[in-house]
């Protein structure tokens, strides 16, 4: 079966700082990886798609890399605002969809 | 594109009552819609996967007479929780798959529901 960990649940951080999140997940044979910001009351967006067969996918100042072997993938955050402050999901899919249970970040100005 | 919109996004009922919430992919077709469950600073917990024109698959633990899904088109999907006692008050998100996008497995979300009951 599936798990998919988050470290660490929680990150507090000044503005500006560059981050990492990390997302851990024990079987490898995963389709692939998506990355979601979920704000407090609302649903999920999202933020960056990772196929088995791609190392890395980068939106403006998110970057995702994914090693399916070693079962990690992180989110690298450039430049941290305070408009990033939001929990931080990451979701494998394999047999089914499995969702981690997040990173809760917050971006002090 | 690929917008799913969720309709309400909160509610309050009494106890014993019904509510429906609807779960709509407004720029694309979706053969399947999943429906999670998410209580609060926890992670989504997948309570069913809801096909167009069959019955829902349902997670184990998760009562079907209680959480009724019908999808009866390709863009819509609804829940509704039925007799509803307090302890069915959780934030409920739906997410779609966008048919010619499939493979991909891309998933989109709604805003999501918040049900309290009284």
């Known amino acids: 079966k599936q798990e998919v960990t988050q470290i660490p649940a929680a990150l507090s951080v000044p503005e500006g700082e560059n981050l990492v999140l990390n997302c851990s997940f024990t079987d490898s044979a995963i389709y692939n990886l998506q990355w979601f910001r979920q704000d407090p009351g609302k649903g999920l967006t999202s933020l960056l798609l990772?196929?088995?067969?791609?190392r890395e996918q980068t939106s403006g100042r998110l970057n995702a890399s994914l090693d399916k072997s070693s079962g990690r993938s992180t989110l690298y955050i450039a430049a941290s605002q305070p408009g990033d402050s939001a929990t931080y999901l990451c979701r494998v899919y394999g047999q089914n969809f499995v969702f981690g249970p997040g990173t809760r970040l917050s971006v002090l100005p | 594109g690929a917008v799913v919109s969720q309709h309400p996004s909160w509610v309050i009922c009494k106890s014993g009552t019904s509510v429906k919430i609807e779960c709509r992919s407004l720029?694309?077709?979706?053969?399947?819609m999943f429906w999670y469950r998410q209580f609060p600073k926890q992670s989504l917990m997948l309570m069913a996967t809801s096909n167009e024109g069959s019955k829902a698959t349902y997670e184990q633990g998760v009562e079907k007479d209680k959480f009724l899904i019908n999808h009866a088109s390709l863009t819509l999907s609804t829940l509704t929780v039925t007799s509803a006692h307090p302890e069915d008050s959780s934030f409920y998100i739906c997410?779609?798959?966008?048919?010619?996008?499939?493979?991909?497995?891309?998933?989109?979300f709604g805003e999501g529901s918040r049900l309290t009951v009284l």
């Open positions: 990772i196929q088995s067969s791609q």
């Open positions: 997410s779609a798959r966008d048919d010619l996008r499939k493979n991909t497995g891309e998933l989109f």
């Open positions: 720029d694309f077709q979706a053969t399947t």
